[in-house]
């Protein structure tokens, strides 16, 4: 296993992130409810928010490059609040394989332990190998989001699995 470091990104990080988060959208547009083309036009500024309003852990190379992301939102509202988000799961190609990705679900876990009850996400149905990490960290999935996402005409379904943290 490859050594990376996890930390909570920061406002220094702003440009990588945004970089990171921009190459995920164009790459793989169907494991994204976002789109490239949407994010592709918002300001540093409107990133910059994003950082400061939900708890996004990055993984830094030996070099001290960004090569993942996964984020937590915890909502504000009073009867969904007690539901953490996990949400923009991204690894660059070269730190596939390397036991990043388990990594970084495992701090958004640590992240949302004693804030919320339940971890939810969502991961595209044609995306196994994502489906089996997810499985293999205690996520079960509790239904199936039919033509959740169109991509270019082009339907994908979403699995929703969540993680009680009680």
């Not at 949407?38 to 830094?60: K, T, V």
């Not at 969502?122 to 991509?151: D, H, P, Q, W």
Request: aromatic share 8%.
């Amino acid at each position: 296993m490859s050594s990376f470091q996890l930390r909570r990104l920061e406002p220094r990080d702003i440009d990588a992130y945004r970089a990171l988060r921009l190459d995920g959208l164009k790459r793989h547009p169907e494991s994204f409810g976002a789109s490239y083309e949407d994010e592709a036009r918002q300001p540093l500024e409107w990133f910059a928010n994003r950082l400061a309003a939900a708890a996004i852990i990055g993984a830094f190379d030996a070099a001290g490059a960004l090569v993942g992301v996964a984020g937590l939102t915890i909502p504000g509202a009073i009867k969904t609040r007690h539901k953490g988000i996990l949400w923009g799961m991204y690894v660059v190609e070269a730190a596939r394989g390397s036991g990043l990705s388990q990594q970084l679900v495992e701090a958004v876990i640590d992240e949302a332990r004693g804030k919320v009850e339940q971890l939810q996400l969502t991961v595209v149905s044609s995306n196994a190998v994502a489906i089996r990490l997810y499985s293999k960290l205690g996520f079960a999935s509790y239904g199936l989001e039919t033509r959740a996402l169109c991509v270019d005409g082009q339907y994908f379904d979403e699995v929703l699995m969540a993680l009680p943290l009680l």
